[in-house]
């Protein structure tokens, strides 16, 4: 592992500081091409306007005059934290625009991902008349077919990669669609459903719809951070103006009560939370519905309007969540053993009959940052008939590219698959695992950019000691930080003093720089740390607020250590 020094562009980091930015953040920002104090100036007047996407005028269009026919709409949802807070915000909205909406999530065990003809099947027996997709649907050819062959609608809303084949939906809304002008290709599924319900709000206003006061869609701005940060897309300019405003609300206290229950369960001071805290605390009690049982669960928390429904709701997603860890601890270590049995030789994909349908993405996520190489992981699905795999990809690498190269070679190796740069999934025979596992080496041995190849780990540098401060430490958790726009990340080398294990799964030590000792945590490892003959080590740490029996201290939390 080599950490490194991001570089950045003096006259930049000079012009922020001359606008007033902190010095530490001027360096940082500057780092991530951030050229203007004004691409960190957050408003709601400021986002992208809902006329650049491609088809939502149509979309409102086609939803008011449901709406105002008094037409059955029902939202086909998803099994993650994107799909469940764009149901979430798509009912929230419809439901205060007076339309008479329903949603219904697909079983991952059963019925798998998207608009299939089976859901279609299902979601008839209700009678909707127009069936809305959030965050999937574009893939969904056979799907869509289905529902028009029973007379239903469909609106599509998704984002990720289309196909060859689009479905033959009355509408379509997705950035990432051919055609498609709207400048922020990286909007989550919650935001593209966000943008909908902000141009059908104005398409409604024209009809002289609202006889009051019309809704406030910002109230529904701390549900797209949460999805936005949870789906772990890049935050360009315009997602990271999203999340800002969501966590201004949520501090606050004026998010929806689910949203506040989930960071509450998980012992969380909702006025000091951060992008990490949606990324790393609420997403994964979220995604614990969809993982291990019924997202249904995850959904009614954030569309609840009780607090006692919600609290009720969170402590179930808190105690999913803690099982879905305890899965995921087992199948890790069964994968690092199956690892070195091979004598830890070069492997990116990993099998085993007993693993979790709803758990291999995580342990895919967990063994690319362990390996610095794209995984794939394959649970059997619930069937029996056939694998579902969850991949995930390092910088620099197109992870959905790589399996539709894979799929052109061998026609019919995979059965289908979907997904973005970083992250994808597929489903095979259990009899064509092994040929997968020759192509998907293959792929990566033609295609994986050498930089991809290098186990380097970005920092800003060294952290001067004047900065090792509560008030540096809560300014730089207060910041906007998710994919590609990544958490502040400090290097130096310290003495070590001390380490011993704590917790069962994680190491506490005692470091020290230039004659001042610091307690540090690495999670997640019982590894200790391996000085060189100096007993001195050269860490990547993030700085981070501790709080003990209610006094808060400085401690550094070590991602990586040089070897």
Known sequence: MKIIERGYNENHRRALVDAGIHPLLAKIYAARRIVSAGELTYSAGALLSPTLLKGIEDAARLLADAIQAGKRLLIIADYDADGATACAVGIRALRAFRANVDYMVPDRFKLGYGLSPELVDLAAKTNPDLLITVDNGIASVEGVARAKSLGIGTLITDHHLPGTELPQADCIVNPNQGGCDFPS???????????????????????????????????????????????????????RNLVAQGLKRIRAGQAQPGLLALLRAAGRNVAEVASFDLGFVAGPRLNAAGRLADMSLGIECLITDDEARAANCARELDRLNGERRNIERGMLDQALEKLQALEAQAQGTFFM???????????????????????????RSADGRSLKGSGRSVPGFHL?????????????????????????????????????????????????????????????????????????????????????FPQPLFCDTFSVESQRVVGERHMKLVLAKDGRRFEAMRFGTLDPVQPNHLSRVRAAYRLAVNEFNGLKSIQLTVEHVES
């Open 353 to 379: 009959p007993d693993w979790h349908e709803g758990v291999v993405g995580i342990l895919a996520s967990r063994l690319k940052d362990r390996l610095h190489r794209p995984v794939v992981c394959f649970a």
């Open 400 to 484: 959905r590219d790589c399996l539709d190269l894979i799929s052109k070679r061998l026609p019919g190796l995979i059965v289908r698959f979907g997904g973005h740069a970083q992250a994808a999934g597929l489903t095979i025979a259990e009899a064509d695992y092994a040929r997968f596992v020759i192509a998907f080496e293959r792929a990566l041995d033609e295609t994986l950019p050498a930089s991809a190849r290098t186990k380097t780990v970005e920092t800003d540098g060294s952290l001067d000691q004047t900065y090792y401060t509560l008030d540096v430490a809560r300014m730089l958790d207060a910041g906007i930080w998710g994919q590609g």
């Open 185 to 239: 290709k990286a909007l989550a599924g919650v935001g593209v459903m966000f943008y909908v319900m902000l141009a059908l709000r104005a398409e409604l206003r024209r009809r002289s719809w609202f006889s009051g006061e019309e809704p406030n869609l910002g109230t529904l701005t701390p549900l797209v951070a949460l999805g936005t940060i949870a789906d772990v897309v890049p935050l360009d300019a315009n997602n």
